[in-house]
């Protein structure tokens, strides 16, 4: 290990099981002090338990590192101010947080309930909006009373919220927004000293184990293990890192021994008839328009 973390302490939400896990115990290898956020829930939300956060909590001190843990909701604005709360009293300060955490409530658009709506768009995109606020009001109290912090926040979204998943469309719309607040959050919080950067990563977790199960099954003995959570640790570690210096609003997409760099929404191919459109004529124009342009990727799970 480089120790490119110590000195740091970073907040992980979601952090009792899968991804979560692996960044916080990455996070300690790598010398941060790390508060471990998770409310023991079930796959589906359902609910609630201080074990898994303790468990991890214990994993790092036995490791020889400083770990604190906080069952709090983080979709509720007190329970995200006492998890940004919770690193400033244990360790003194805040340097990177990392919201991650979440659940599922798969169904197809015309039997999705709205109760399972609003719960995945409310751990998703609430739950990254409000330690967010309350990570971002304290660096930019810091900053403005002279101290300026070299902060940095890691955003959670997914190759649903890029490209769509068949049967998850709360999961999907949740994780589309993520980026959109990743994008704000870089632009509004640069001043204050805070890079926000997002991942969408793939890897075998009790959310992903039945979406693929057959494409996430556990490696022969001794192969590379493609989609254990712990291949994507080492981006979030580093995003977390100072070392990680001078990017900002930017996506990746990280799976096994893979990063790439996601590129967003940008102008393709244009007309402009420098005056309005005729219903009529545009069927023409948008079509070729559109043979000039790049074509989107699948959806997941849809049929070709």
């Known amino acids: 290990m480089t120790g490119i973390c110590t000195g740091r302490v970073a907040v992980v939400t979601g952090a009792g099981r899968g991804l979560g896990r692996a960044h916080a115990l990455a996070l300690a290898a790598e010398g941060a002090a790390v508060v471990v956020n998770d409310l023991g829930v079930a796959a589906d939300g359902a609910g609630a338990s201080a074990g898994p956060a303790q468990q ?10 400083r770990a604190a843990a906080h ?20 360790f003194g300060r805040l340097d990177a947080l990392v919201n991650n955490a979440g659940f599922l409530r ?65 999961y999907s719309a949740a994780k589309a927004g993520i980026l959109g607040l990743t994008l704000v959050a870089a632009a509004e919080l640069g001043r204050y000293g805070v890079q926000v950067n997002a991942i969408a990563p793939a890897a075998r977790t009790r959310m992903t184990e039945q979406t693929f199960a057959d494409t996430m099954a556990a ?22 890192a100072a070392d990680s210096a001078g ?27 420098g005056a309005r459109w005729a219903p009529a004529e545009l069927g023409g124009v948008a079509r070729g328009l559109l043979a000039e342009a790049v074509a989107p990727g699948a959806v997941y799970g849809a049929r070709g």
Do not use: C, Y
């Open 71 to 90: 069952t709090g909701d983080i979709t509720t604005d007190d329970g995200a101010a006492s998890l940004v709360a919770t690193a400033l009293d244990a």
């Open 106 to 170: 798969d169904r197809m658009l015309v039997n999705l309930g709205e109760d399972d709506w609003d719960a995945v768009v409310r751990v998703h995109l609430k739950g990254h909006f409000l330690p967010l606020k309350h990570a971002g009001a304290h660096w930019r109290a810091e900053a403005k009373a002279g101290r300026t912090p070299d902060a940095r926040v890691v955003n959670t979204s997914s190759g649903a919220g890029l490209l769509g998943s068949v049967g998850q469309g709360n």
């Open 247 to 273: 990017v900002t609003g930017r996506v990746f997409e990280a799976e096994g021994g893979r990063i790439t760099v996601m590129e967003g929404w940008r102008p393709g191919p244009t007309a402009d008839k």
């Open 56 to 65: 991890v909590v214990e994993e790092i001190v036995a490791r020889g590192g």
């Open 219 to 240: 490696p022969t003995a001794g192969a590379f293990d493609a989609m254990a959570p712990e291949n994507v640790s080492p981006l979030v570690v580093w995003l977390s």
